[in-house]
């Protein structure tokens, strides 16, 4: 996974421009929407599981509609797991890049 981390910044001096590079994180467009929204999106995975829970216990006599329920909720939990994952990516990225912004004065 390639991060993107490089900022140009350009100074103009008596007709001469100057690049210089600094180790600046920051997100992608995606990864700003994709952080913007995910909290949303695990929130919805986490409401759609307790539904589901409540499904399974209704269904408890009814083996096959049961099973699917099952297999559903295992679906979702993955997916869960793997916004889960995504958003502590996405979390320590904006924790770098808040630190960045504001260096600690001492």
Known sequence: RKEKYKLETVYEKSNKTTKIKTDRPKFSYKEQREFESIEGEIEQ??????????????????????????????????????????????????????????????
């Open 45 to 106: 995975l986490e409401e759609r599981m307790e539904a589901l829970d409540r499904e399974i216990i209704a269904a408890s006599s009814d083996f096959v509609r049961l099973n699917q329920l099952i297999r559903e909720k295992e679906e979702f939990e993955n997916q869960l797991e793997e916004k889960m994952e995504r958003f502590l990516y996405l979390s320590e990225m904006d924790d770098k890049i808040k630190a960045y912004d504001s260096p600690q004065q001492g």
